[in-house]
């Protein structure tokens, strides 16, 4: 296989470095690490909050950029806010909302103030294992209605396939946001507009590259914009078919050695 060039590496998270049954491989942190030590530089993006990313970042022994809540923040490795995205939360949204709560879904909002989570105790506890981080506030679905007027970066839905699918469905006619499926029991919400590409494009403006300069990794829908746009886009394991679409390649995911072995092939650019 030939080498390709870049400057910078993007990554997708879950799903793509790691999942519930196979976390980041010794292999895979050295390779990332071998990486910066060539000269490459790193960023994680990433449907979890910024605060998770660096955590997860700290953990690897590496330093990255962040591009947080699948596009609508991002801060340089030198502390700079490149972009911070929200969007005013209205009492057509809260009322959609409750009722997903209602039907025992969790509803988890990100706002500058913190992160409020909503529904059963067992699915909030589950995220805060899988961010690293703890809620802010934990409260029930008859409290949504609270939010009206007040800004959030992203709601992340967690529920049934026919609720999520509701859902959806419904917040597509909302005007200036927008929905996507995250997971397999996931959904995202956050503005128009807001994606890993145009966060991506942020970052590459701000250290004076182009897109060409970028491989990018990622397995989801909302990362297959950034597959496209990057100079060279893989996507990775169970990835959606926009991902495969968009990408330049598909390798095995998780559990296998595919990723390690790719960063092999990545040299500097000038």
């Given at each position: 296989?030939?080498?390709?060039?870049?400057?910078?590496?993007?990554?997708?998270?879950?799903?793509?470095?790691?999942?519930?049954?196979?976390?980041?491989s010794p292999g895979t942190v050295g390779a990332l690490r071998?990486?910066?030590?060539?000269?490459?530089?790193?960023?994680?993006?990433?449907?979890?909050?910024?605060?998770?990313?660096?955590?997860?970042?700290?953990?690897?022994?590496?330093?990255?950029?962040?591009?947080?809540?699948?596009?609508?923040?991002?801060?340089?490795?030198?502390?700079?806010?490149?972009?911070?995205?929200?969007?005013?939360?209205?009492?057509?949204?809260?009322?959609?909302?409750?009722?997903?709560?209602?039907?025992?879904?969790?509803?988890?909002?990100?706002?500058?103030?913190?992160?409020?989570?909503?529904?059963?105790?067992?699915?909030?506890?589950?995220?805060?294992?899988?961010?690293?981080?703890?809620?802010?506030?934990?409260?029930?679905?008859?409290?949504?209605?609270?939010?009206?007027?007040?800004?959030?970066?992203?709601?992340?839905?967690?529920?049934?396939?026919?609720?999520?699918?509701?859902?959806l469905s419904a917040v597509a006619d909302l005007a200036g946001?927008?929905?996507?499926?995250?997971?397999?029991?996931?959904?995202?919400?956050?503005?128009?507009?807001?994606?890993?590409?145009?966060?991506?494009?942020?970052?590459?403006?701000?250290?004076?590259?182009?897109?060409?300069?970028?491989?990018?990794?990622?397995?989801?829908?909302?990362?297959?914009?950034?597959?496209?746009?990057?100079?060279?886009?893989?996507?990775?394991?169970?990835?959606?078919?926009?991902?495969?679409?968009?990408?330049?390649?598909?390798?095995?995911?998780?559990?296998?050695?595919?990723?390690?072995?790719?960063?092999?092939?990545?040299?500097?650019?000038?």
């Open positions: 296989m030939s080498a390709v060039r870049a400057r910078l590496v993007v990554f997708d998270i879950d799903g793509t470095l790691l999942d519930p049954d196979n976390p980041v071998d990486l910066q030590d060539r000269g490459l530089q790193l960023a994680f993006a990433s449907s979890r909050p910024i605060e998770s990313l660096a955590l997860f970042a700290r953990d690897l022994g590496v330093t990255a950029h962040l591009i947080g809540f699948n596009g609508a923040v991002a801060t340089s490795t030198a502390g700079r806010q490149l972009v911070a995205e929200t969007f005013v939360v209205d009492t057509l949204l809260t009322e959609l909302l409750r009722r997903f709560a209602d039907s025992g879904g969790a509803v988890n909002v990100y706002q500058p103030a913190g992160w409020l989570a909503v529904g059963p105790a067992a699915a909030t506890d589950h995220e805060e294992q899988a961010t690293g981080l703890t809620a802010d506030r934990r409260s029930t679905p008859d409290r949504l209605s609270e939010l009206a007027d007040e800004s959030a970066f992203k709601v992340m839905c967690r529920g049934s396939t026919a609720a999520r699918a509701e859902l946001l927008t929905a996507m499926t995250s997971g397999p029991d996931c959904c995202d919400i956050q503005a128009r507009g807001v994606d890993k590409a145009t966060a991506m494009q942020e970052l590459c403006q701000d250290l004076g590259i182009t897109p060409e300069a970028v491989v990018a990794f990622g397995d989801s829908d909302s990362d297959a914009p950034m597959l496209a746009l990057a100079g060279y886009g893989i996507a990775v394991g169970n990835a959606t078919e926009s991902a495969k679409a968009a990408a330049h390649e598909h390798i095995p995911g998780p559990g296998s050695a595919a990723v390690a072995e790719w960063l092999g092939r990545i040299t500097a650019s000038a």
